[in-house]
């Protein structure tokens, strides 16, 4: 999982194809690619909601946060932190209901994930093995499992953005999977805004990303990390 938290901010900067794709989204992909580039910073709120229900499980989740990044010097900063609430049912069985919260902070150098989870804290460091590009890794690692089509134009949270549409490979699915994907990016500067997750014709998960500022004045010293009081880290820097 650590190997992926350095990606969290780039998949809401991101987007970025190949010529096998139909032509609208190697326009697209041209479009935001430019406006991307000239991205150096960026701060918003996250919010996902999810509800879903298969087999027999019940699961409706909540996660609310922060998310911030910064290029700067060849380096790459950021900082996610969020709380999740979730309620689960099996059967007949009573609802569980959990929380918890998580800080992950990328200092230019290392990673680190700090988890809160029925009041016991814990800490992971990881070394960053490069620096992300905007939006090609996210892409890169979706074309793997899913095919990726284009409208040339659609709207969320009050934003004109392309809309880009993420079915799975059917020889690569296995077990329940979601079945769509439907992801909204900025016009206006290439941000994803929203996310929207299908089971079959039912949405069952939606991420909005909200108060997205980019290009505003941050120092790699807002970036900093510091251990807890009493909490152990885990290193995972030699892995």
């Not at 911030?68 to 309620?87: P, V």
């Amino acid at each position: 999982m650590m190997r992926n938290v350095k990606w969290l901010p780039v998949m809401i900067v991101g987007l970025c194809s190949t010529a096998v794709l139909a032509e609208s989204l190697e326009e697209i992909e041209k479009q935001i690619t430019k406006k991307l580039a000239e991205i150096r910073s960026m701060t918003a709120d996250i919010k996902t909601d999810m509800d879903m229900s298969q087999s027999g499980m019940e699961m409706k989740m909540v996660i609310k946060g922060k998310t911030s990044a910064l290029f700067r010097d060849g380096k790459y900063y950021s900082r996610q932190e969020g709380t999740m609430d979730r309620k689960m049912k099996f059967g007949d069985q009573p609802p569980q209901e959990e929380s918890g919260k998580t800080l992950i902070v990328t200092d230019g150098e290392f990673t680190w994930m700090l988890m809160e989870q029925g009041g016991q804290p814990m800490c992971m460091k990881q070394k960053i093995q490069d620096v992300p590009s905007l939006g090609t890794e996210f892409f890169k690692s979706m074309r793997e499992t899913y095919e990726l089509t284009a409208a040339k134009t659609g709207s969320a949270a009050g934003a004109k953005t392309w809309e880009i549409h993420a079915k799975p490979k059917e020889q690569q699915q296995m077990g329940p999977a979601p079945d769509k994907f439907i992801f909204h990016f900025r016009q206006s500067d290439g941000v994803m805004t929203q996310m929207d997750g299908y089971m079959g014709e039912k949405k069952f998960m939606t991420t909005t990303i909200q108060n997205i500022k980019v290009n505003i004045d941050m120092k790699p010293d807002q970036f900093k990390f510091e251990v807890p009081d009493g909490v152990q880290v885990m290193d995972m820097t030699n892995q």
